[in-house]
């Protein structure tokens, strides 16, 4: 089995969307944004379990892991759709908190050269730990951002479910190869 199989060019896949989910878990968990951390939660899920079908010569699991790669393209681009705000979508609301929280996401004030100021409020009876952020200065604004990491996860997608595809031809050929 040479290096450059389709088996390995699907685990390092594997690999990198583990990597890219792990960090765009960490950036949801830090924005309070549940209905994405709970979709990175499954996607983690099905990509190990997707390396696991691929190392250990399991057609089944990797099955499983190219069906979520549809589920996880569709995902993806409701997320472009939800903060380009096409068909009506807005990025003001909170649906991606499932309307528990305020929360918006976490790029939307920390994004790349981003100036935070906080502003607290001076009207009586207003909570004191409620303030207002002004964020300006900002070299891409938050909403690419997370166009940006979908895209990056659609990349990936698409390309691990030609691979699975792929691999799993092959493994299911030297399946029917054995029997004979």
């Known amino acids: 089995m040479g290096c450059c199989t389709g088996r390995c060019t699907l685990v390092f896949l594997c690999s990198l ?22 979709g990175n939660f499954l996607q983690i899920i099905v990509v190990i379990l997707g390396l696991f079908g691929t190392i250990q010569f399991r057609p089944r699991y990797i099955v499983v892991y190219t069906v979520w790669t549809a589920l996880w393209v569709t995902w993806n681009v409701f997320i472009i759709c939800f903060y380009l705000e096409v068909g009506g979508l807005s990025k003001e609301t909170d649906l991606m908190t499932f309307n528990i929280s305020m929360h918006r996401s976490w790029w939307r004030e920390h994004g790349p050269g981003c100036i935070r100021r906080v502003v607290r409020p001076s009207a009586p009876g207003i909570l004191d730990d409620y303030s207002y952020v002004s964020v300006t200065g900002c070299i891409i604004d938050f909403q690419y951002l997370e166009v940006i990491h979908s895209a990056i996860q659609i990349l990936l997608s698409l390309i691990g479910f030609v691979y699975a595809c792929y691999v799993i031809s092959i493994f299911m050929e030297e399946e029917d190869s054995c029997k004979y």
């Open 17 to 38: 969307q583990l990597l890219a989910a792990l960090e765009r878990q960490i950036f949801d968990f830090l924005g309070f944004q549940w209905a994405p951390i709970l």
